[in-house]
Nanobody
């Protein structure tokens, strides 16, 4: 059984930084494609960043230059380093994983129909 467990969400002021973590277990073979999504109140879930099995990364335009996705394969942990946070970054952040590299995963609607998902961690950015 695959489990994804996010942590690191918090309340910060605009301009601050946070690092989210996601511990993954249950994938026996290969290095899955992993991503971060977020969902603000009253809005659809949207893609934030994805890291493919070969290490390539892709970001939503709204977070380029501010967020960095990375993965530690030794302990199966996915990270999202967030800096220069803005109030519009406020959302529940979800970690997700799939065995197949999906080039357009960040733009699938709804994205939660693909892959395995964690329960989410709340990020609140105040102005």
């Amino acid at each position: 059984q695959v489990t994804l467990d996010e942590s690191g969400g918090d309340s910060v002021q605009a301009g601050g930084s946070l690092r989210l973590s996601c511990i993954m277990s249950g994938y026996k073979y290969g290095s899955p494609c992993m991503a971060w999504f977020r969902q603000a109140p009253g809005k659809e879930r949207e893609g934030v960043a994805v890291i493919f099995s070969d290490g390539r990364t892709r970001y939503a335009d709204s977070v380029k230059g501010r967020f960095t996705i990375s993965k530690d394969n030794t302990d199966n942990t996915l990270y999202l380093q967030m800096s220069s946070l803005k109030p519009e970054d406020t959302a529940v952040y979800y970690c997700a994983a799939t065995l197949t590299d999906l080039e357009g995963w960040l733009y699938v609607r709804p994205p939660q129909r693909i892959g395995d998902w964690g329960q989410g961690t709340q990020v609140t950015v105040s102005s």
